[in-house]
Every structure is written in C-alpha cells, then in structure tokens.
C-alpha cells in the first residue's frame, strides 16, 4: 500500500536518543544519553498523599473535563513560581500546557508557515527542531560560544533571512549546558525589539543551578510583548506528570489556547490537581535544593572522572546547573561512529550531529549527568575514555 505521508512529515527527522533510550532498557548498560532526572529522587509518598487528598476531597471535579488554559489555582501557583524569576504575571497570563514539549508544538503551529525561518542557538533541543520541522520550517544557525549565543551576530543574520522568531535555551541549555550571559540577554533583546524579531524562550533548568548567581529571564526585560516564555516541572518535580506553562504576549496566548483546543482540550485535570494540592501542602523548594545538591555532586564527580581519564585532545563545558555536558572530540572523530564501539563497552552517549539543524556536529558527544549514581559516572566515564583513547590513536 503506497501511503499518500503529509509533506511535513518529510522534514521531520527520528529523534536517535528516543532510538537509544530503547537499549538502555539493558540492565547492565550504564547510560549517559537520555535527559532524564533521577527517579530515586522523585517526590513519590509526598505526591501519592497530594493525590489521595485530590481523589478525598475532590475527586468528581478531578475526574471531570476542565478548562482549556488550566486549573486556575494551578496557574496561580505557576504565575507566583514565574514572579519570583523577575517576570511580571498574574495566572490570566498562564497557560499549563502538556509539559514544554506542547508548548513547543503550539507555539510554532500557531506562529510558523511552511518556508519561515527559525534562527536557533547551534546545537539546540533536537525535539524543539522535530516541533519546528513539522511545520516545514528553514533554520539559521546564531554562532555561540561558551556564554550563549552572540548578539552581535544577528543583525547581518536577520537582514538577511527575515527570520520569524528566535528558539533560545538560556540557562544550561540543552545539549551544552552553556548559559547565556548576562549583557547578552540585554543585547539579545535590545536588538529583538529593533528589529520586531519574536523570542521563544524555553527555560527547563533555570531552577537547577549549583554554582553562581541566577540570572534573570529574557522574559523579565520584555516592556513590548515580544518574548514567550516557557517552563515545566518536568526537572523540579517529575517528568511523568506531563505539566508545563507559557506565559505569551495576549494575542500569541489567545491563538495558543485555540490550536490547543484542537490538540488535546486541555491537560489532565487530575494531574493539575495532583500538582497543586503537592504544592500547597508540600516544600518543592527544599525539595528542589536536594536535586541540586544531588546534580552538583554527579557533575562535579563527572567532571573529575573526565579529568582523569579522557585523552588530552578532548575538551568538554563546565556548566553550572542542568543535567548535561558536552564533550568536544578531535576533528578526526566522528562520534557517531564511536557509537558502536562505546555500545560494545556498555556505555552510552548522545552523539553531537542531531542537535545541530543541519546536521553538522559530528564531532560533539552529549553527556547526561543526572540520571547516573556517582558509582555509574566513575564506572562509565572510565569506559568511554577507554573508547575515546583507542578512537584517537587511529
Ligand atoms: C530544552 C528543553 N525544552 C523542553 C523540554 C521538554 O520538557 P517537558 O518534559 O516539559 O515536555 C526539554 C526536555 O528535556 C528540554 O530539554
């Protein structure tokens, strides 16, 4: 049967770590490759009572369909989360979203036609790209460095490709851990206003610092509606529970909660309500530092094992939050290749090509930190440099 596939699917490339994340099912497999947050410390009796309360209390309405924007004393939980980042919002101004992921989605349905173009960090979140392929999109890569990408680069770029609007990860992003600086959130938005250039701003791991000062959101210097903004509790509270928000400029909001209408009405009530109660009766705060804490350790125990083991033309970031590194390899490595061989040792990575739209990259490695106990890092580091030193002296 010859499938007559929509066109979209054509530029919409598989996602290798959903690929991956398949082997590491293998339990003797030690895995640095998928984004995961360390399921030992999900808050599970604290949200098992929030959900027994929920089901007591008000388990009818819990069970029943609900409004399209959110529970509203969820959004005002959200609203006040988004406040304490420097960003003025009441919860009218907070959409909960299916996890980050269909904020994503949504935000570039309602804003991208087939042709626009998309400037993005380089690399970025390969599932951010899937959500912009979808809608046929062309990409223009903003040079970066280890402070973020640099505003000076724009202006020429977007002279010259007219793009519709700019995917940023600011904090540890996703998949270097590098974090825009400072006067460059500045420049970046003094230069989007001047032009009218639309910010999406994606900010999953701005809770998960271990070292430095935070540093305020794009989203808080926006006096013209320019920019959307977007978290989740994916990092700060559990993944499973799908909840994000966006907080858009009014007109980008409205068209946001009709596109969502048609994609899934709206999120679980029981899981909105779940988180609520989980929030009122709970400290996610201390909550949040025990991640941090745990995080700072593994990456810190991450780093050292690198130090000690990888062969000296490898180099890597030094993030200071998030759950990833990123490995830069000799130019003669191709790290896809080095795939096999690392499998073959047990040990597993992300390679660098999918995170770069053109699929350039080949030379990087993803390094997730997280979701591996100290023991694994040290165990798992020591194999690939294993890996990474026989790769090198061919
Ligand atoms: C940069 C970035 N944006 C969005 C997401 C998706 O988050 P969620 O689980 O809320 O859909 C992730 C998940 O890893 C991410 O790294």
Redesign the pocket.
Known sequence: MNIRFARRMASVRPSTIREILKVTQQPDIISFAG?LPAPELFPVSEIKVAAERVLTDNGPQALQYGQTEGYLPLRETFAAETRSRGISCAAEDVLI????????DLTARVLLDPGDCILTENPT?L??LQAFQSCEVRFAAVPTDEGGLIPEALPELIEREHPKLLYT?PNF??PTGVTLRRERRQALYEIAARYGLLILE?D??GKLRYTGEDIPPVKALDTQGLVIY?S????TVA?GL???WVVAPEEIAHKIVICKQAADLHSSSLDQRILHAYFRDFDNQAHVNRIRQAYGERYAQMDQCLRDAMPPEFSWTHPEGGMFLWVTCPESVNSSELMPRALQEKVLFVPGRDFFPDGSGTRYMRLNFSNSSPEKIRTGIARLAGVCAATALV
């Open positions: 984004g979203t299916t996890g980050s992921q269909q904020s994503l979140y599932a951010a990860i992003q996703n994606d999953p791991y977007m989740t509790v994916s990092k993944p799908r909840t994000g």
